[in-house]
């Protein structure tokens, strides 16, 4: 819970004022948090764009939805932020990327049905935040470069990136690149 010497600056800051809120959602009090980083994403601001797109994908102070979180997080990748464009690659590759359910009169249970992988899409998003360094795209993009449409496939690429990702200690990329490494030896 955030202290009372926080809470004074809040009141006068707006930049304190915004990190009160981003305690707030990282602790107990995600509905009162929400609204302040809400707002700052809506003037444009990478960092709270990039958190109301993670709380809408984790439900953290809103309901979940994976169409919200995929506006929010796109907006946040076009302006760089590379956690944005990794999680925004891993919406597109389960097939629930942005301009997704959005068709008029898509029903009260439609986010709880993804569409169709877009490869395409995972690719350009992983993309840029592998080569920054996200071990999280490595891995992410190393699975797509294995298991995508064939036309996409390319092992030698896709075992660099998942060696990369291993390295930067991601699970999924050790897993990637031990699988890479018994498919080399058989």
């Not at 926080?6 to 004022?17: E, K, L």
């Not at 956690?83 to 959005?102: C, I, M, P």
């Not at 990369?164 to 990637?176: F, W």
């Given at each position: 819970?955030?202290?009372?010497?926080?809470?004074?600056?809040?009141?006068?800051?707006?930049?304190?004022?915004?990190?009160?809120?981003?305690?707030?959602?990282?602790?107990?009090?995600?509905?009162?948090?929400?609204?302040?980083?809400?707002?700052?994403?809506?003037?444009?601001?990478?960092?709270?764009?990039?958190?109301?797109?993670?709380?809408?994908?984790?439900?953290?102070?809103?309901?979940?939805?994976?169409?919200?979180?995929?506006?929010?997080?796109?907006?946040?990748?076009e302006s760089g932020k590379?956690?944005?464009?990794?999680?925004?690659?891993?919406?597109?590759?389960?097939?629930?990327?942005?301009?997704?359910?959005?068709?008029?009169?898509?029903?009260?249970?439609?986010?709880?049905?993804?569409?169709?992988?877009?490869?395409?899409?995972?690719?350009?998003?992983?993309?840029?935040?592998?080569?920054?360094?996200?071990?999280?795209?490595?891995?992410?993009?190393?699975?797509?470069?294995?298991?995508?449409?064939?036309?996409?496939?390319?092992?030698?690429?896709?075992?660099?990136?998942?060696?990369?990702?291993?390295?930067?200690?991601?699970?999924?990329?050790?897993?990637?690149?031990?699988?890479?490494?018994?498919?080399?030896?058989?």
């Open positions: 819970m955030p202290g009372f010497l926080q809470r004074v600056r809040s009141a006068v800051s707006p930049n304190a004022r915004l990190q009160l809120a981003y305690s707030q959602m990282d602790g107990s009090e995600r509905h009162l948090g929400f609204p302040v980083v809400a707002k700052a994403a809506q003037r444009g601001d990478t960092e709270a764009q990039y958190r109301v797109g993670r709380a809408y994908l984790d439900g953290n102070g809103v309901p979940p939805s994976r169409t919200m979180a995929a506006q929010w997080l796109e907006r946040a990748a590379l956690e944005a464009q990794a999680a925004l690659a891993a919406l597109y590759l389960t097939g629930s990327g942005a301009g997704h359910n959005e068709a008029a009169g898509a029903g009260l249970f439609a986010e709880a049905l993804p569409g169709e992988p877009d490869f395409a899409q995972a690719i350009r998003w992983a993309t840029p935040a592998a080569e920054a360094g996200s071990a999280d795209a490595q891995a992410l993009l190393g699975y797509v470069l294995t298991s995508g449409p064939q036309a996409m496939r390319d092992l030698p690429a896709a075992d660099e990136w998942y060696r990369r990702s291993a390295q930067g200690g991601c699970a999924q990329g050790s897993l990637g690149h031990g699988l890479a490494l018994l498919r080399v030896a058989t």
